[in-house]
């Protein structure tokens, strides 16, 4: 088995080990981690202080972070002997054949989630061409409107006028116009 297949292997044993202890000993959001446990972590380059001097243990750590403290702790462990504690009782080998297995299996994974992220953005791009058609239909239809509307006030404007035409026609001289809209009392 190569050396960086055995690291990774050590790496994913000793998070499951860390996540395991840490859940047996109710470390998580109700009870605060001893700061023993940082300084422990940090000594040994596990871990490290943010840029501004502090640890944040309330900080949410993303993946890469995460990766890189599993990716310490194998080195760590591969350092200092006395990290390992007591050696149990040996378990079943995994041949190479079993590692590549599991690798292939986890690539597999991988590639369908990839697949379906895939087939997610050409559905987002195909609901953008067709928001992107409905828009250009709506803009003209807006267009139209704006016309149509154009038009009439065209024409609004011309029976007013005509209205106003007429009535002056019909007044008497020296008859004053009723006001359009109005009532007469």
Do not use: C
């Amino acid at each position: 088995m190569s050396s960086r297949l055995r690291r990774f292997a050590i790496a994913v044993a000793v998070a499951v080990s860390v996540l395991a202890a840490a859940v047996a000993a109710g470390w998580g959001a109700r009870k605060a981690v001893p700061p023993e446990a940082y300084d422990f972590a940090v000594e040994r380059g596990i871990l490290t202080v943010y840029p501004d001097g502090k640890f944040h243990p309330k900080r949410v750590v993303n993946r890469g972070e995460l990766a890189v403290a599993i990716y310490r702790t194998a080195e760590a462990l591969v350092r200092d002997e006395r990290l390992r504690g007591p050696m149990g009782p040996p378990g079943p080998a995994a041949s190479d054949t079993d590692i590549a297995r599991v690798i292939e299996r986890f690539a597999h994974e991988i590639k369908n989630e990839l697949t379906d992220i895939e087939d997610d953005v050409a559905d987002l791009q195909d609901d953008t061409h067709e928001l992107g058609g409905r828009t250009a239909t709506l803009e003209k239809s807006l267009t139209g409107m704006r016309n149509d509307y154009r038009s009439l006030e065209r024409r609004i404007a011309r029976v007013e006028a005509a209205l106003q035409a007429r009535q002056e026609d019909i007044a008497p001289p020296g008859a004053t116009p009723e006001p359009q809209g109005q009532p007469t009392p």
